[in-house]
Structures are given as C-alpha cells and as structure tokens.
C-alpha cells in the first residue's frame, strides 16, 4: 500500500504533536506520544475535546483544502465513490458501503484511520478510552471524582482506534456490545455492579472507528443491539440501568446480492445509516492495471535481479479480467474480484522464475506462454452461471485468447512485423515452452530486423534484456497466429508457430 505522509492539518489541538497519514494497520507510530499524564497538565496545554466525526471532518476538510489525497493507495474511485464518502463524513453520518466482493470496500474503510488524530488522549485504563474531559464508565467517573486534575492520561495512537469484525451468523450481542464478565463476579462485585460488565467490540472501539463487514450475515435479532448505538449513540447490556454514551464512526460493509437475497439489512437499522455508497470495479483499463501493479509483489520491468512482468503481459491480464467480468457465462452478481488479476499476475511470474530455476536463466521475465497454465488456478474464483457447467475452462481460455489479441491490436496493430514474418516465408517453424530459456528462444527465431520498435512499442524503457526480447517476440508471434497470419500447433507446455 502507497501511504504518502502529510503535514498537520490546521486545527490540531494544541498539545498534540504534528499528524501524519500513516497505513491503518501500520506499527510503528510516526512520532513519540506527548509527554502530557495527568489531566490537569491535559488542561494546562490547551487542549481541546472534539467527538470522532469533528475531528474526521477536521482533518478531512484540512487535507482536501491542501490538494491532499484523503484516501491513499485507493485506486478507481476518484470521480465515483470518494465524492460521496467525503461528504457522509463531513456530515458526520455513519456510512454503509455496497458493492461486489474485491472491490477493496475494507481497505477503504481501513484507510479512514489516517483522519485521525495521529495522538489522542484517553484516562489511563480505561477499557472504553474515555476522553479525560468527558468520563462515561462508571469506573471513570468515579475516579474523576476522587482524583480530580491528577486524572492519569495515557495517549493513543490513531492505529489503535480501529475496530474491525466481520459478521458471521455466529457472532452475538455479547460479542459486539458486551455482557456480565463472571471472572469479575467471582472477585467478590455484586451482579448488580455495573463494573461486572465485559465490554464487547464496539464500546471498546469507543472514540475510533468500527467496521462491521458483510452486515447482512449478521442475525436479524442481533442488528436490533445496534440500533441505539447508531441513533442514541449509547448501549445497555443486559438488565443493568447503564447508559454509555458512545463516541464513535460505524461503517458497515455489505454484498448487494446479500442485500437482497442470502441476507437483509432489517430496515430500522438501514434507516440509521446516514450514507449508502455504491462502490465498483475498475472503470477503466489504467484503473485495472494501477490496481495489478499497486498491489501484485512483483518486480516491473527493469534490469534488476528480480523476477519481471512485462508492461505488455500485465495488460493482457488487465483485459482478461475485464473480459471475464463483462462474459455472459460468468455469474455477474457474483462478480470478479480485484484479486482474481493480482492472483493471475503472481501466478505468471512464478512461473518464469520456475523456469529460471530449471533452466538457469538469470533473470526470470514472463513470456506469453506462462499464460495458459494459470487459467486452471484461477478458475475457482470465478462463478459461472449453471448453463456453463463443464466449460469453465474453455470460456476462459477463449477469453484469454480475447485479452491477448486485443493487446496486440492496441500495440502492435500498425507495427512493421514484416522481418519476424519473413522467418517462416519458406515453410520455417519455432517451436516455444515455458521450459525454454529465454536465449535459446531467440537463437531459435534468428536475428529479427526491427525488434527494438516492436519492444519499445510494447515495453517502452522498461528494459532490455535477453528475456525481455524473447518475451517481445513470443508475443509477437502469438499476436499474429491470433490475426491468422501465422499457424500454431499446441505441444505439451508450449506452442509450434508455422508459416
């Protein structure tokens, strides 16, 4: 994930070092906590208290004045989704995001932690994180009282204010807002003690934020324990006359076709959400391939000594994976996740390192012919619609074909290919695999006039190595077998190309 640091946003409380856009799951703070610990010099330094939605909107509106990226690493969604979500928030609304799995609506959510403050105060054990101004545990307040301004403060980092759950047909109330803890009972507390109580995942989230995914899956009688907790803004556990005021963003993640169908939403706690936001795929082929290459562990190009996809190769996977979405013979409602692309990409260059480790190359680059072998892998993250059992394969091999011939015609179309298609004038042939190295390739297909304007029209200057040329020309050649201007006969692990 690509996290650009920022400055302090103007409005930082004072007391609060300066903040800066870190990942959500990051571990290591980016500056040291203040040195602040009782509430009394909590005071003394100016701080301010503001509610979780205050300061989002705070933040947010800072870095959207300052021409700041709000949501780093999120691809996509700049003209779509991220117009919507930055007004819920500076609405203060809790938010539902809908949308197809992959379409990265829980790293989405994750990334809403960098509008955090980057240090925040809470009273020292405290298991809600109390704001030291405003104690709402019972526990709290009754230690404000007793100790006044030498309140111990301890400070928070804004990775520790996320709560995350996904919501299973097995998860209860006790696991989300909290119930009797019999440990504490046994230590000698009354029932009737409201400090008997556990607290569950979302008053421990209190003051951060809580994501709740695939909400449909939920248990009907289990969303009606979210209701206050969206509305009131508090919860009640059991029998106890407790009411905790909570300070918190709920986002909440959910599939339409569960929406609609496998699971619902009960109506009283869709009413609640201030904001639905449809997310989406990739709208466009450079969002798709931003998406690959942001996210696949590879190597791009380059002379370096790691494995290499070539920029045309990751195309072709690019236009698969659209291509495989928009099919007929693929169940829609289903959809075809971000991953099903990443997966297809590191697939492919494990593949050319597989053959540098047999063969010895010393730089292994993917060539065309470690396509093929990942459609087997990549079959089971795709749903096909019923009509369809029995021919997973050979619809996406065909769209695979598709991808390929489509690359070439938007690289190679108006190239003067006529020196490789002189190799087979007189009945010539070469025969490819992915068991063969890159220089043999080329020593079997010969000296070819113009393969620096076929790679620089594919690969631009992203290198030019031996098995960058072979990967050049094997695509080439397949390009033009998919034009009918040359034959092709399949063998075991790779092709025989024929005039």
Known sequence: MVNPQSQSPPGTPAGVPARASTAPASTAPASTAPAITTLGELRASGHEHETVKQEIRRNLIARLRAGEDPFPGILGFEDTVRPHLERALIAGHDVILLGERGQGKTRLIRTLT??????????AGCEIN???YAPACVRCRRLAAELGDALPVTWRHRDQRYGEKLATPDTSVGDLIGDIDPVKVAQGRTLGDPETI???LVPRTNRGVFCLNELPDLAERIQVSLLNVLEERDIAVRGYALRLPLDLVLVASANPEDYTNRGRIITPLKDRFGAEIRTHYPLTLEDELAVIRQEAEIAWGGQDAGAV???HLAEVIARFTRLVRSSTAVDSRSGVSARFAIAAAEAVVAAAVRRSAICGEEQPVARICDLPAVVSTLRGKVEFEVSEEGREAEVLEHLLRRATADTFRAHLG???LSGLIARFANGGSV?????LPARELLRRIG????LAKIMERLDGADGESFGQAAAAL?????GLYLMRRLSKDAVDGGAVYRG
Request: charged letters at 25%; aromatic letters at 8%; proline letters at 11%.
């Open 431 to 435: 025969e490819s695999s992915d068991l």
């Open 198 to 200: 556990h607290y569950g």
């Open 447 to 450: 000296e070819v006039p113009g």
């Open 414 to 416: 108006g190239a003067d």
């Open 309 to 311: 996809l070539p920029a």
């Open 130 to 132: 109390d704001h030291p």
């Open 114 to 123: 960098g509008l955090l403050d980057e240090w925040t105060p809470a009273i």
């Open 474 to 478: 094997e695509f080439a050649l397949e």
